[in-house]
């Protein structure tokens, strides 16, 4: 079977799913949805891409060639998106953050449970070899339990991003943590699980910033499993990109790609696993082509992805729980 997509969208990260797609024997770019049709043709033009130009989201959605979409519209209003895709049984790909508010994510959760259609959310790092690698050693006991979980999302997203325009406002970027950080509260939870309780604060970096947020967080987790986590975001920052992964455990270490662990009981000092490490805000880097491969094989044989809508929605929900008590002060604990 061959699902026909509509993407939402033509910006830079658009372009990568197109890509993804396109390339694939099971699957169809059909359509693009863009305000600015002459845009979206550009744009499938460059990837010589024949699909339809649609000039509204409704008219997309409801056609029913349409089996699948993908929403890379801007994220205030990605929530009313995802709940009509479902409600008219297409299956979603959500690009983070999924929405800007609880109250999205609610609207989003209630209309997925009563259409169960297939999600992805774009978390694409969990695609990211270097998670690969980091989890099946995880999954192998190769570090035990994973007693602390210290994750960074250091990335200077100024002027010279084509999204500052519109990310740097607290309607559509929101925080350091909702505009990019989520990815590194996402890869606690897929490294040492359920997060429980959080503490967090923030601040501003320079007095001339245009941000209308603090572009700098830092998170203090208590984990389900007993254990500690922490989150730091800063998306204003002079510092090349970094996304630094360092994992405690009561039977091994492991700092991004270097392990120390119980299974190799000669080992004097870390190794190194050569492998891709997620070092690149480029987003041509991240694994688009992998998340989309899972999420095909969810449609064909009726299973879920590696982070479909309800794994993204815990995610989400630790992150508004960040924003939420850097705004109070107070600790926020996470519903269970």
């Not at 997060?195 to 967090?200: K, L, Y």
């Not at 630094?244 to 696993?273: C, F, R, S, W």
Request: charged residues 20%; contains cysteine; hydrophobic residues 40%.
């Amino acid at each position: 079977m061959t699902v026909k997509f509509a993407i939402v969208g033509t910006g830079w990260v658009a372009g990568e799913y197109l890509k993804a797609i396109h390339a694939r024997n099971d699957a169809e770019v059909y359509g693009i949805v863009s305000s600015d049709t002459d845009r979206a043709q550009l744009k499938l033009d460059g990837l010589g891409i024949e699909a339809r130009v649609y000039a509204s989201y409704d008219e997309a959605v409801k056609d029913s060639n349409v089996d699948a979409v993908v929403l890379c519209s801007t994220p205030g209003i990605r929530a009313e998106q995802a709940a009509l895709a479902a409600v008219n049984g297409k299956h979603i790909v959500i690009e983070k953050p999924m929405t800007m508010n609880r109250e999205g994510l609610e609207l989003m959760a209630d209309a997925i449970s009563k259409n169960p259609v297939k999600t992805v959310v774009s978390f694409v790092l969990r695609w990211n070899p270097m998670f690969e690698s980091t989890k099946a050693l995880i999954d192998d006991d190769a570090l035990g339990r994973v007693y602390m979980a210290q994750i960074d999302y250091w990335h200077h997203i100024g002027p010279h991003y084509g999204q500052y325009g519109w990310s740097k406002t607290k309607e559509l970027g929101g925080s350091s943590i909702l505009s990019a950080g989520c990815h590194a509260v996402d890869a606690v939870r897929h490294f040492a699980g359920d997060i429980t309780e959080v503490m967090a604060y923030s601040c501003r970096t320079w007095a001339h910033s245009d941000y209308e947020f603090d572009p700098n967080s830092i998170a203090i987790f208590k984990l389900k499993n007993g254990g500690l986590g922490k989150v730091s975001a800063s998306i204003e920052c002079k510092t090349p990109y970094r996304f630094n992964v360092h994992l405690l455990g009561e039977k091994g270490t492991i700092m991004d790609n270097k392990i120390y662990t119980h299974k190799l009981p000669g080992q004097l000092d870390y190794a190194t696993v050569p492998t891709i490490l997620p070092d690149s805000g480029d987003v041509s880097h991240h694994p688009f082509a992998k998340e989309m491969s899972d999420f095909m094989n969810a449609i064909h044989t009726n299973t879920t992805t590696r982070c479909d809508f309800f794994e993204g929605y815990k995610s989400m929900e630790v992150s508004f729980a960040i924003d939420e008590s850097a705004r109070t002060g107070q600790k926020v604990v996470i519903p269970t």
